[in-house]
């Protein structure tokens, strides 16, 4: 199992920025496609963005433009940028492994509210 711990969440007004990071322990980080992944109270967890190791990317719609996913395979860290957030944005964000599976970590919490 890799574990993996997310930061960065807060509390901000609606139009600002936040950016998250996720540290991964092991060795074999840079071969795995990251996920970034939020979860609404009474809603599924959903995939917003994510990056293969080539650190080719790819958004859900709802973010495109957005936000921006990148990775430091040095640090073993991948970062979610999150400009012109959204009420709608509002979510615990989970970072994993796409493909594999693996445990969650505990999340961070963004809340966008004026």
């Known amino acids: 199992q890799v574990q993996l711990v997310e930061s960065g969440g807060g509390l901000v007004q609606p139009g600002g920025s936040l950016r998250l990071s996720c540290a991964a322990s092991g060795s074999t980080f840079s071969i795995y496609t990251m996920g970034w992944f939020r979860q609404a109270p009474g809603k599924q967890r959903e995939l917003v963005a994510h990056?293969?190791?080539?650190?080719?990317?790819n958004y859900a719609d709802s973010v495109r433009g957005r936000f921006t996913i990148s990775r430091d395979n040095a640090k073993n860290t991948v970062y979610l940028q999150m400009n012109s957030l959204k009420v709608e944005d509002t979510a615990v964000y989970y970072c994993?492994?796409?493909?594999?599976?693996?445990?969650w970590g505990q999340g961070t919490q963004v809340t966008v509210s004026s």
């Open positions: 990056i293969l190791s080539s650190s080719m990317t």
């Open positions: 994993n492994i796409i493909g594999l599976h693996n445990n």
